[in-house]
Structure formats: C-alpha cells, structure tokens
C-alpha cells in the first residue's frame, strides 16, 4: 500500500472551482472536438499509457491519429491562415508558390560528391532500407495545403541528414522539439500550432511512456528536448520552407552554416533506442549512469 495519499484538503485545493454541467445528450458531450471523439480518447489513452511492446512498437497507430487530427481541422481557417502569412512571409509564399518537391531518386544521386547533401540522400535511399516517401505518399499536389503535406513528408529525413540529429530516440526527440520552436518563432500562433499538431502528440506520448516505463530514456529525452530546441531557435528560417533541390550538390557543412544550423554530430544518441524500445535486441543494456 502506498504513503502516498491524495487528502480532501489537496483536493479541495484543486477541484474546488469544479461545476456541474447539465446536459441532456444520452452521450458524452464536451466543449473539446477532440474529447468527443470516441476513437482519438482510445488511442491518446492508450498510447500514453502503454508500454512500447515487442508486438506494438512505439510507431504504431501514428497514421490513425493523424488522420483524425487531420479530420477535425477547421479547414477555411487553416488556408485563411495559409494566405495570411504568405502575404507576411516572402520565404513562405516562395516556399508554395515553387512548390519544389524533395522527391529524389537514385538515379539522379547517385553522381554527388561526397560531403553533399545529394550524396547523403543517394546513401540513405541505397542503405539504410527506409524511403524518403514516408506519410501522404497518395497526395496528389494540385495547391499550397497538398504541396505543404506532401513536402513535409518528403523531408523528415533530410533534416536528420543536415541537423546531425540521429533516427533514434534523442535524435527524433530533437528534431521534434527544434522544428515546434522554429515554428513558433516565425509563424502567427494559430498557424504554428496547425503545424506542430501531430509533432505536439507525438511529444506528449512519448514523454509520458518515458516517464512511466524508461527512466533513462526519459533523460535523454530532457537533454534532447533542450538542444533540439536551442537549434531551432537559431535556424535562419523552420527547415521546412528549405527548397532542399536548391541543395543536392551543396556539401552539407556549407548547408549548416547558411541557415544556422548546430549540428550534433558526436553519437551521443546513437545507442538510444534500446533505452525504450523493446523490440530492440539490446533493450534494457544500460547506456549511462548518473552523476555522483
């Protein structure tokens, strides 16, 4: 039995203000969209709570909660938004009216010179047994929002490439956090939030299972959160209004050093994913210890 112990005095404290609110739906009704809807209170429960499983990696169910985020946008608000800012943006209207994909191939890759970004692509697409395609790959671009959801689905791993941040855990923790305040920084509030929706979910989730379940995974998250947002502070402008075309043939420390970008490039992170992933061969090996 646990010491710890919730009083009426603490929760008098807190729930003092609480009110009763009548209704006379037979269902549950709240004044959040995102409350009434049946499946997204199932998966954000039971992504927040759960472990990350062997026979449920901590990926799963990412398409079905943005396709409900998606669902409940207020659409005429989000290209009114859009409009606005490309009117406040000149590098954002550019961005759209370009509409440059970063949809690259082998083939034209395979020719760059080591040390550019090109190289590095042609390397990822080749080796690594991932694609660069990897959400909305059925979007066909015909405006700026489907060129928006295309593109930034194009360019996920590029930012690892240039920003030094890993595909692992504090890697992927950081270039979250990063690109959320470069966001922020540079975009009306309400369009920024649009922007980091589904980025906002994915923190919040595995914060939590961190917290819960992977102590030092939890640390790294912290230090992660702390640098990737220190870099995306500093960005010349958020990576994805980068036209990375512009790019392939440039060597990728050239790249950092016209937008800013901080790399971290000492591995520190390398190891992380055995920290919370338990369909890793090496989950559970410790990777540090706290200072004394």
């Given at each position: 039995?646990?010491?710890?112990?919730?009083?009426d005095?603490?929760?008098?404290?807190?729930?003092?203000?609480?009110?009763?609110?009548?209704?006379?739906?037979?269902?549950?009704?709240?004044?959040?969209?995102?409350?009434?809807?049946?499946?997204?209170?199932?998966?954000?429960?039971?992504?927040m709570?759960?472990?990350?499983?062997?026979?449920?990696?901590?990926?799963?169910?990412?398409?079905?909660?943005?396709?409900?985020?998606?669902d409940?946008?207020d659409?005429?608000?989000?290209i009114t938004?859009?409009?606005?800012?490309?009117?406040?943006?000149?590098?954002?209207?550019?961005?759209?009216?370009?509409?440059?994909?970063?949809?690259?191939?082998?083939?034209?890759?395979?020719?760059?010179?080591?040390?550019?970004?090109?190289?590095?692509?042609?390397?990822?697409?080749?080796?690594?047994?991932?694609?660069?395609d990897?959400?909305?790959?059925?979007?066909?671009v015909?405006?700026?929002?489907?060129?928006?959801?295309?593109?930034?689905?194009?360019t996920?791993?590029?930012?690892?490439?240039?920003?030094?941040?890993?595909?692992?855990?504090?890697g992927?923790?950081?270039?979250?956090?990063?690109?959320?305040?470069?966001?922020?920084?540079?975009?009306?509030?309400?369009?920024?939030?649009?922007?980091?929706?589904?980025?906002?979910?994915?923190?919040?989730?595995?914060?939590?299972?961190?917290?819960?379940?992977?102590?030092?995974?939890?640390?790294?998250?912290?230090?992660?959160?702390?640098?990737?947002?220190?870099?995306?502070?500093?960005?010349?402008?958020?990576?994805?209004?980068?036209?990375?075309?512009?790019?392939?043939?440039?060597?990728?420390?050239?790249?950092?050093?016209?937008?800013?970008?901080?790399?971290?490039?000492?591995?520190?992170?390398?190891?992380?994913?055995?920290?919370?992933?338990?369909?890793?061969?090496?989950?559970?090996?410790?990777?540090?210890?706290?200072?004394?």
């Open positions: 039995m646990s010491e710890a112990k919730i009083g005095a603490d929760r008098a404290y807190f729930n003092g203000n609480i009110r009763k609110v009548e209704t006379e739906s037979s269902v549950l009704v709240s004044s959040s969209k995102y409350l009434n809807h049946p499946m997204l209170r199932s998966l954000i429960s039971q992504e709570l759960r472990r990350n499983g062997p026979d449920l990696p901590n990926t799963a169910y990412i398409p079905e909660v943005a396709q409900i985020l998606h409940l946008e659409m005429q608000q989000v938004l859009f409009e606005m800012e490309k009117r406040r943006l000149p590098q954002f209207a550019k961005w759209l009216e370009k509409r440059s994909l970063s949809n690259f191939t082998l083939a034209e890759t395979k020719d760059c010179a080591p040390g550019t970004l090109g190289a590095a692509i042609h390397d990822f697409m080749a080796n690594s047994g991932y694609q660069l990897l959400f909305f790959q059925e979007i066909q015909v405006n700026d929002f489907t060129f928006y959801l295309r593109q930034t689905a194009l996920h791993d590029i930012e690892h490439m240039v920003t030094g941040f890993g595909p692992n855990h504090g992927e923790v950081a270039l979250i956090s990063a690109n959320m305040h470069a966001k922020a920084r540079y975009f009306v509030p309400e369009l920024s939030n649009f922007f980091s929706r589904i980025a906002y979910y994915l923190k919040a989730k595995t914060v939590m299972k961190d917290a819960l379940f992977y102590p030092e995974a939890m640390v790294v998250n912290l230090e992660a959160e702390f640098i990737g947002a220190q870099q995306g502070r500093n960005w010349k402008y958020p990576l994805m209004l980068v036209d990375w075309r512009e790019y392939v043939n440039v060597q990728i420390e050239d790249i950092r050093r016209e937008l800013n970008i901080t790399p971290v490039i000492d591995g520190r992170w390398d190891e992380t994913n055995r920290l919370c992933n338990e369909d890793d061969p090496n989950y559970g090996v410790p990777l540090m210890e706290a200072a004394e």
